[in-house]
């Protein structure tokens, strides 16, 4: 393994808790929706996930990525977007484990 992916492995992943410093914040809660209000079996990629993504949708995720979120538009993500970790615990159960963390290294590695 190389010197940078490993850096990047503790970067996301320590002690439960997923980094998300410098994502884009109203993208990862919108990939997330995108998890829960469609079939995991489909999944290609995060942008194959979302559904209707409007203007008002957008407002209402800006305001909701400064606190913790218990759900969003119908989908269940019990996390706090605010700081630079979450524990993806709630939503891992929810979803499949390992979603948060799949969702935050396919943002970096496409460096959206």
Known sequence: MTKSLTQKKKRIM???????KGIDK?????????????????FLSPFDLICQWDASV????????????????????????????V?????DLNFGRGKVKQIVEWMLDDSL
Request: aromatic share 6%; glycine share 8%; hydrophobic share 40%.
């Open 14 to 20: 320590s002690d439960n808790t997923v980094n998300i």
């Open 26 to 42: 109203v993208l990862l809660l919108k990939l997330l929706w995108g998890i829960g209000t469609r079939s995991l079996s489909s």
């Open 58 to 85: 957008e407002k209402d995720a800006i305001k909701a990525v400064k606190k913790r979120i218990e759900s969003f538009k119908g989908v269940v993500i019990e996390m706090d977007l605010s700081g630079d970790e």
């Open 87 to 91: 524990d993806p615990t709630s939503f």
